[in-house]
Antibody, heavy 123, light 107 residues
Framework: QLKLQESGPGLVRPSETLALTCTVS??????????WGWIRQPPGKGLEWIGS???????YYNPSLKDRLTMSVDPSKNHFSLSLTSVAAVDTAIYYC???????????????WGQGIQVTVSS | DIQMTQSPSSLSASVGDRVTITCQAS??????LNWYKQKPGKAPELLIY???NLETGVPSRFSGSGSGTDFTLTINNLQPDDVATYFC??????????FGGGTKVEI
């Protein structure tokens, strides 16, 4: 059974870079039928899509984060990663990694999610 | 960006009731609309994809309908396990992929 697991620091200082990794187990990240990506949820609020990436490297980013965001995928380690620079308190959230079904060469429904990782931005 | 507006933001119903949640898109998204259920402290899970397709393993009391700009999630015979927040999501026009604000369902 395929599973996703987020890892990374729970606390990041303002203006620093947040780096998270999602490890895929029980299946291959090199699936032609799926994208992989991140969604976050600030405390007590709704869901915000961050971005999605294909194993071959093509990616889609949320325009609101595009200038600070880099996503990468490493098929040899079966994981994908997120890097968000210049973080501030507004970036405090639970960060979920997820598998996206590929639809017309774009990311579609998210059919598998990690458990989420709480990230707090604070000095 | 396409804005997704859900209503109501919260509701309270009784076990066995039929519950209806609506989601309106700011522009035509054809059938590219998904519904998710999120229990407190848990990750969301996919319920309905492409407006009306029930995800494998989801009880048949859940159903979705609509196209274009107006969509509905219906829960028949509401059960205690259905207490959760429900989100709609469009993926026709991306980036960005966008979510509705959520509907909290209580019993």
């Amino acid at each position: 059974q395929l599973k996703l697991q987020e890892s990374g620091p729970g606390l990041v200082r303002p203006s620093e870079t947040l780096a998270l990794t999602c490890t895929v187990s029980g299946g291959s990240i090199s699936s032609v039928d799926h994208f992989w990506g991140w969604i976050r949820q600030p405390p007590g609020k709704g869901l915000e899509w961050i971005g999605s990436i294909y194993f071959a490297g093509n990616s889609y980013y949320n325009p609101s984060l595009k200038d600070r965001l880099t996503m990468s995928v490493d098929p040899s380690k079966n994981h994908f990663s997120l890097s968000l620079t210049s973080v501030a308190a507004v970036d405090t959230a639970i960060y979920y990694c997820a598998r996206f079904r590929r639809r017309a060469a774009r990311p579609g429904p998210q059919d598998l999610w990690g458990q989420g990782i709480q990230v707090t931005v604070s000095s | 960006d396409i804005q997704m507006t859900q209503s109501p933001s919260s509701l309270s119903a009784s076990v066995g009731d039929r519950v209806t949640i609506t989601c309106q898109a700011s522009d035509d998204i054809r059938m590219f609309l998904n519904w998710y259920k999120q229990k407190p402290g848990k990750a969301p899970e996919l319920l309905i994809y492409d407006a009306s397709n029930l995800e494998t393993g989801v009880p048949s009391r859940f159903s979705g309908s609509g196209s274009g700009t107006d969509f509905t999630l219906t829960i028949n015979n509401l059960q205690p396990d259905d207490v959760a927040t429900y989100f709609c999501q469009q993926y026709d026009d991306l980036p960005p992929l966008t979510f509705g604000g959520g509907t909290k369902v209580e019993i």
